[in-house]
C-alpha cells in the first residue's frame, strides 16, 4: 500500500539538487523515470519531484499539465525494473499547481534497467555501473577511433531519445571494429568484394539510418510530454477513431508521433520538418542539410527496396556519380562519414530541443 508522503516533498522543494533529491521540470518518458529510479535504488534511495525546475541554482515549481496521467508513464518506468525497489508516488499539490513526488528506498540488491546497473555519486550524476572503467575503442584505424569518441562527446546531458540513438550506434561502431576484415579487408576506402561483407554493410548502414527516424520519432513523443498544447494546434488534425483506437493519452501521443514519420519514411525530410513544427520552429537543420540528409536515406532505400542496384530515381539524387543498374556498395569510410553527419545533427537537434521544450536529459 501507498503511503503518503506530501509533507516530506513539500518540505524538501528549495532544497538544491543533491545524490537523494533531483528535480524534473517535465514529464520525462518512463526509460528516464526508470534510470533515476534505479540509481536512487542503487545508492542511498531517493526521491525525484516532477513540475519542479532547477536553473542556475534558482528552484522554481512550474507544474504539471493536466493533459497526462503520470501513473501511468510511472507503472511504465516500474515495469521495466528487476527487482522492483519500493517506491511510493503520489500527485501533490503546491499552492495552485500540481506537483508529483516518486519515493525510492534504497534497495538490498542491484535493481537494473535493459540490463544496465545505475548509480547516483555525491553530485546526483547518474552513470551505469562499471561505466568508468568503459575505455573508446582503439583500433589504430582513425575513422573508427574518431567515430567511438564522438558517440562518448555526445553522450552527456542527452535526451532519452539520442540516448537510445547513442547506445545503438556504439553497437554498429563495435561490429564494424570487430568485422574489420570481412568489411574492408584491404583498407577503409576500398569496397570489399567478399558477399557477406557487403550484405553486412547493407544492414549496418540501413540501422543507422532507421535508428535517425526512430530519434526523431522519440524526440516529437519527449517534445509531446513536455509540451502537451503542441498536440492542440489548429495544425494537428485527427479523426475521433484514432483516439478512441488508443487505450489512453500516452498510447495516443506514440501514435501520433509514428504517424508524423510516414513523410520520412518514403525520405522526404523536407516534407517531415514541414510537417512537424515542434522540430522546424528548432531552426537547426537548414535547407542544404535536409537535402544532405535526404541523399543518406536514399541509400538506405536503395538497399532496403532495390537490393543495392542503381535506380532513375537514386540518380536524381546523385547525379553524374553512379551507373543505372549497377551495384551501390558503400566503403567503410563512406559509412562513418554518413553516421558521423546523421550524429551531429541528432546532437545539434537534441540540444536545441532541450532548450526550447525544457525537456528532461539522463
Known amino acids: 500500500m501507498l503511503m503518503n508522503f506530501s509533507d516530506e516533498v513539500l518540505n524538501l522543494i528549495g532544497t538544491p539538487e543533491n545524490d537523494t533529491l533531483e528535480y524534473k521540470a517535465v514529464l520525462p518518458p518512463a526509460r528516464t523515470i526508470g534510470r533515476i529510479m534505479s540509481a536512487f535504488a542503487n545508492s542511498k534511495g531517493?526521491?525525484?519531484?516532477l513540475g519542479v525546475a532547477e536553473d542556475s541554482n534558482e528552484?522554481?515549481?512550474?507544474?504539471?499539465?493536466?493533459?497526462?496521467?503520470?501513473?501511468?508513464?510511472?507503472?511504465r518506468a516500474i515495469d521495466l525494473l528487476s527487482?522492483?525497489?519500493?517506491?511510493?508516488?503520489?500527485y501533490i499539490t503546491y499552492g495552485e499547481k500540481r506537483i508529483y513526488a516518486i519515493q525510492v528506498s534504497k534497495s538490498d540488491e542491484p535493481v537494473s534497467i535493459e540490463g544496465k546497473v545505475y548509480a547516483r555519486d555525491k553530485n546526483g550524476i547518474i552513470s551505469p555501473i562499471g561505466s568508468e572503467n568503459e575505455s573508446v575503442l582503439h583500433t589504430g584505424i582513425k575513422e573508427i577511433d574518431d567515430a567511438a569518441q564522438q558517440?562518448?562527446?555526445?553522450?552527456?546531458?542527452?535526451?532519452?531519445?539520442?540516448?537510445?540513438?547513442?547506445?545503438?550506434?556504439?553497437?554498429?561502431?563495435?561490429?564494424?571494429?570487430?568485422?574489420?576484415?570481412?568489411?574492408?579487408?584491404?583498407?577503409?576506402?576500398?569496397?570489399?568484394?567478399?558477399?557477406?561483407?557487403?550484405?553486412?554493410?547493407?544492414?549496418?548502414?540501413?540501422?543507422?539510418?532507421?535508428?535517425?527516424e526512430i530519434y526523431l520519432t522519440d524526440l516529437l513523443y519527449e517534445i509531446y510530454l513536455a509540451k502537451p498544447e503542441t498536440l492542440k494546434s489548429s495544425e494537428q488534425t485527427v479523426t475521433v477513431k484514432e483516439v478512441l483506437d488508443c487505450s489512453d493519452m500516452q498510447e495516443f501521443v506514440t501514435y501520433l508521433a509514428n504517424k508524423k514519420l510516414s513523410k520520412l519514411q518514403r525520405g522526404s525530410v523536407k516534407g517531415f520538418i514541414a510537417d512537424n513544427k515542434q522540430i522546424s520552429k528548432l531552426n537547426v537543420i537548414s535547407t542544404s542539410q535536409q537535402?544532405?540528409?535526404?541523399?543518406?536515406?536514399q541509400?538506405?532505400?536503395?538497399?532496403?527496396?532495390?537490393?543495392?542496384?542503381?535506380?532513375?530515381?537514386?540518380?536524381?539524387?546523385?547525379?553524374?556519380?553512379?551507373?543505372?543498374?549497377?551495384?551501390?556498395?558503400?566503403t567503410v569510410e563512406d559509412l562513418l562519414k554518413h553516421f558521423s553527419y546523421l550524429l551531429d545533427t541528432v546532437d545539434r537537434l537534441d540540444k536545441a530541443a532541450i532548450t526550447k521544450y525544457h525537456l528532461s536529459t539522463l
Not at 46 to 49: A, C, E, S, V
Not at 83 to 90: F, G
Not at 304 to 323: C, Q, R, V, W
Request: aromatic content about 8%; proline content about 5%; overall charge neutral.
Open 46 to 49: 531517493g526521491i525525484l519531484i
Open 59 to 75: 528552484i522554481r515549481v512550474t507544474g504539471l499539465s493536466n493533459d497526462f496521467n503520470v501513473n501511468g508513464v510511472v507503472h
Open 83 to 90: 527487482p522492483k525497489p519500493v517506491i511510493n508516488y503520489q
Open 151 to 212: 558517440i562518448k562527446e555526445f553522450k552527456p546531458s542527452s535526451t532519452n531519445a539520442k540516448s537510445k540513438l547513442l547506445d545503438h550506434y556504439q553497437s554498429v561502431i563495435n561490429i564494424i571494429s570487430d568485422s574489420r576484415k570481412l568489411l574492408c579487408p584491404d583498407s577503409i576506402t576500398i569496397p570489399t568484394n567478399n558477399q557477406e561483407g557487403k550484405i553486412l554493410m547493407r544492414i549496418l548502414f540501413s540501422s543507422c539510418a532507421d535508428n535517425f
Open 291 to 297: 537535402e544532405e540528409i535526404e541523399k543518406i536515406l
Open 299 to 330: 541509400i538506405r532505400h536503395l538497399y532496403s527496396h532495390k537490393n543495392g542496384i542503381i535506380d532513375e530515381k537514386f540518380l536524381s539524387y546523385y547525379p553524374g556519380m553512379f551507373t543505372l543498374n549497377n551495384e551501390h556498395i558503400l
